[in-house]
C-alpha cells in the first residue's frame, strides 16, 4: 500500500493524537494539515464523550464526523447526533453489578451526560479536565437504564482492568463489546459501538473503499480498526499485542509518533 493509496487516515485520540498529558502539539496539527494540503481526509475516533473532543475541531479544522464512546456516539462538528446506539437497557444494572462487584469504579455516560458516584474518584478529576466538562455526581445508579451510551469501569489495578473485561465479554457474550481504552478504563458499549464499525461508518458516509483508509491507534480498543484497512499503524507506546496487531508502528505519542507515522508512513 504506497501513500497515494491513502485517502483517509482515521486515529485515536488520547495516547495517540494527544501527548501522555493530553497536549496536541503543533507537529500533529502541522501532520493533519500536510494530510488536508495532499487531498487525504482525517477523522477522530475516541472512548472520549463528543464533548471531550470539541476542543479538537478548531485546530485541526475537523470536517469529518466525530466518533466518541467508540462509536456509540456519532455527531458532526457542531456536535450534532447522526447516530447513536446505546446498551440494551435490561442488561444496564447487570453491567454496573458486575464492574462494581470486581472491585472497579463505575462510571456511566447517558446522553450528553456523565454521572458518577464520587467526584473524588480514581481518575475523576484527570477525566474532566481532559474533557473539559464535569460529571454529575449521583448517590446510586438506580433508574439509570435507557439510552447509556457507555459504561466504564476504572482501576489503576491493570490485571483486574483486564480480566473484568474478559469477564464482561464471558456473561453478556455478543451483547456488548468491552475493551480498554486506557490502561485504567474498561469501556462497555453497544456490541456495535466499537472502532471496527466506525471504519465501516466513515468508509460508507465518505465513499472511501477500505483499501484506502489508514488507522493509527494504541490501545486493545484500537484493533479492530486495523483489520480489513490499507494501511494500520501502532504507537511506539502501544503494548506488544496491539503492535502485533498493526501492520507498521511509529514512535510513541510523547514523541510525535502521530506526526511521524503521517509524514513517514501516509505521505511518503
Given at each position: 500500500?504506497t501513500?497515494?493509496?491513502i485517502?483517509?487516515?482515521?486515529s485515536?485520540?488520547?495516547?495517540?493524537?494527544?501527548?501522555?498529558?493530553?497536549?496536541?502539539?503543533?507537529?500533529s496539527?502541522d501532520?493533519?494539515?500536510?494530510l488536508?494540503?495532499?487531498?487525504?481526509?482525517?477523522?477522530v475516533t475516541?472512548?472520549?464523550?463528543?464533548?471531550?473532543m470539541?476542543?479538537?475541531?478548531?485546530?485541526?479544522?475537523?470536517?469529518?464526523p466525530?466518533?466518541?464512546f467508540?462509536?456509540?456516539?456519532?455527531?458532526?462538528?457542531e456536535?450534532?447526533?447522526?447516530e447513536?446506539?446505546?446498551?440494551?437497557a435490561?442488561?444496564?444494572?447487570t453491567?454496573?453489578?458486575?464492574?462494581?462487584?470486581?472491585?472497579?469504579?463505575?462510571?456511566?455516560?447517558?446522553?450528553?451526560?456523565?454521572?458518577?458516584l464520587?467526584?473524588?474518584g480514581?481518575?475523576?478529576a484527570?477525566?474532566?479536565a481532559?474533557?473539559?466538562?464535569?460529571?454529575?455526581v449521583?448517590p446510586?445508579?438506580?433508574?439509570?437504564?435507557?439510552?447509556?451510551?457507555?459504561?466504564?469501569?476504572?482501576?489503576?489495578?491493570?490485571?483486574l482492568?483486564?480480566?473484568s473485561?474478559?469477564?464482561?465479554r464471558?456473561?453478556?457474550?455478543?451483547?456488548?463489546?468491552?475493551?480498554?481504552?486506557q490502561?485504567?478504563?474498561?469501556?462497555?458499549t453497544?456490541?456495535?459501538a466499537?472502532k471496527?464499525?466506525v471504519?465501516?461508518?466513515?468508509?460508507?458516509?465518505?465513499?472511501v473503499?477500505?483499501e484506502?483508509?489508514?488507522t493509527?491507534?494504541?490501545?486493545?480498543?484500537?484493533?479492530?480498526?486495523?483489520?480489513?484497512?490499507?494501511?494500520?499503524?501502532?504507537?511506539g507506546?502501544?503494548?506488544r499485542?496491539?503492535?502485533?496487531a498493526?501492520?507498521?508502528v511509529?514512535?510513541?505519542?510523547?514523541?510525535?509518533?502521530?506526526?511521524h507515522?503521517v509524514?513517514?508512513l501516509v505521505?511518503?
Amino acid at each position: 500500500m504506497t501513500a497515494g493509496q491513502i485517502n483517509l487516515v482515521l486515529s485515536d485520540v488520547d495516547g495517540t493524537l494527544v501527548t501522555s498529558d493530553k497536549t496536541l502539539t503543533q507537529a500533529s496539527i502541522d501532520a493533519v494539515a500536510a494530510l488536508r494540503a495532499a487531498g487525504v481526509g482525517f477523522a477522530v475516533t475516541s472512548g472520549r464523550p463528543p464533548r471531550g473532543m470539541a476542543m479538537l475541531v478548531e485546530p485541526l479544522a475537523l470536517s469529518t464526523p466525530i466518533a466518541g464512546f467508540n462509536g456509540g456516539l456519532l455527531v458532526d462538528t457542531e456536535m450534532r447526533v447522526l447516530e447513536r446506539r446505546c446498551i440494551p437497557a435490561s442488561i444496564v444494572p447487570t453491567i454496573i453489578e458486575t464492574l462494581s462487584s470486581a472491585g472497579l469504579a463505575v462510571w456511566c455516560y447517558q446522553g450528553v451526560e456523565w454521572y458518577v458516584l464520587d467526584r473524588d474518584g480514581p481518575h475523576v478529576a484527570q477525566e474532566t479536565a481532559t474533557c473539559q466538562f464535569e460529571p454529575v455526581v449521583k448517590p446510586g445508579f438506580d433508574g439509570l437504564v435507557e439510552d447509556v451510551i457507555k459504561i466504564v469501569g476504572v482501576s489503576d489495578d491493570r490485571d483486574l482492568v483486564a480480566r473484568s473485561a474478559d469477564a464482561v465479554r464471558a456473561q453478556f457474550a455478543d451483547r456488548v463489546s468491552a475493551a480498554a481504552s486506557q490502561p485504567y478504563y474498561l469501556d462497555v458499549t453497544h456490541p456495535d459501538a466499537n472502532k471496527g464499525q466506525v471504519v465501516r461508518y466513515l468508509a460508507s458516509a465518505l465513499e472511501v473503499p477500505l483499501e484506502r483508509i489508514a488507522t493509527i491507534g494504541d490501545m486493545p480498543n484500537d484493533v479492530l480498526m486495523f483489520a480489513n484497512v490499507g494501511l494500520s499503524i501502532a504507537m511506539g507506546n502501544a503494548d506488544r499485542e496491539v503492535q502485533r496487531a498493526a501492520r507498521r508502528v511509529t514512535r510513541s505519542n510523547d514523541e510525535d509518533g502521530f506526526a511521524h507515522a503521517v509524514q513517514e508512513l501516509v505521505l511518503r
